[in-house]
């Protein structure tokens, strides 16, 4: 069992930067797979980053690319999401999410365990 909560959504200017934290509990953390999703209203959830328990290797929907950074402390138990160039469309709910095994999937369903989300909204 993993336990996860966000923190530091808000609101942004175009342009502007956030920095997501998602704090895990339980054990094995590190053996984990990573991620952070995002839904806005009216839409389906929507990959946007993940990483390996390790931090070796990332993966990026081509929308962040350039602009998001994932990474992950394991000493500490968190996963990090630096969002650069924040842009209105960024506008969503933000959700970290963790799965066990090697691979990471795009799509919500294959990940095992969700956090609360937390509201990331970016004006033009």
């Known amino acids: 069992q993993v336990h996860l909560v966000e923190s530091g959504g808000g609101s942004v200017q175009t342009g502007g930067s956030l920095r997501l934290s998602c704090a895990a509990s339980?054990?094995?953390?590190?053996?984990?797979?990573m991620a952070w999703f995002r839904q806005a209203p009216g839409k389906e959830r929507e990959f946007v980053a993940a990483?390996?328990?390790?931090?070796?290797?990332?993966h990026y929907v081509d929308s962040v690319k350039g602009r998001f950074t994932i990474s992950r402390d394991n000493a500490k138990n968190r996963v990090l999401l630096q969002m650069n160039s924040l842009k209105p469309q960024d506008t969503a709910v933000y959700y970290c999410?963790?799965?066990?095994?090697?691979?990471?999937?795009?799509?919500?369903?294959?990940?095992?365990?969700w956090g609360q989300g937390t509201q990331v909204t970016v004006s033009s």
């Open positions: 990483i390996n328990w390790k931090g070796t290797n990332t």
């Open positions: 339980g054990r094995n953390f590190s053996s984990y797979f």
């Open positions: 999410a963790s799965r066990g095994g090697p691979n990471y999937y795009s799509d919500a369903d294959s990940w095992d365990y």
